[in-house]
């Protein structure tokens, strides 16, 4: 098979209009366009939310004030405690081991531990945030949390 002789499947393409051919051909003259006017020109209609010279609605409403039009917020990189329950008991977790043991393969920012799955087995979790579930799941297994980073630092990057 050559690229030349690849075609569409029977019955997925259809021909199109040939407009301004003749009366016969069922869309002569003025193409289905009526008679002249706006609509009836190249690339024909008014711009979007044109309401015809009345002010437009997004003209109408007013302003929300001191509405940002950005928020940046922290970025985190998130793991589960799923993900941790193959962890040997006494395992010191951080970003920077995760990334070792290749559970996270990309660094998104600061680490932040969620809480679903269960974890049996006594861990040192060192990470910028935590969720209360993930914590107390973490210290009912008998481990314990370290928060490391400071909230501003990580809203930084």
């Given at each position: 098979m050559r690229l030349e002789d690849i075609r569409p499947q029977p019955g997925s393409t259809r021909r199109r209009r040939r407009l301004g051919r003749g009366i016969a051909a069922g869309q002569g003259a003025s193409c289905?366009?009526?008679m002249r006017g706006q609509k009836a020109r190249k690339g024909g209609g008014p711009r979007p939310g044109f309401e015809g010279g009345q002010t437009p609605l997004y003209r109408r409403l007013p302003k929300l004030k001191h509405f940002?039009?950005?928020?940046?917020?922290?970025?985190?990189?998130?793991?589960?405690?799923?993900?941790?329950?193959?962890?040997?008991?006494?395992?010191?977790?951080?970003?920077?081991?995760l990334m070792d043991l290749g559970i996270v393969t990309t660094n998104d920012g600061p680490l932040k531990i969620l809480g679903d799955g269960e974890v049996g087995v006594p861990?040192?979790?060192?990470?910028?945030?935590?969720?209360?579930?993930?914590?107390?799941?973490?210290?009912?297994?008998?481990?314990?949390?370290?928060?490391?980073g400071s909230q501003t630092a990580s809203a930084g990057s």
């Open positions: 289905g366009k009526g940002p039009r950005y928020v940046r917020r922290p970025q985190y990189t998130l793991i589960n405690l799923r993900a941790l329950a193959k962890l040997p008991a006494g395992s010191e977790v951080s970003l920077e081991s861990l040192t979790i060192r990470a910028a945030a935590i969720t209360p579930s993930a914590r107390a799941k973490v210290e009912a297994a008998g481990g314990r949390v370290e928060l490391v």
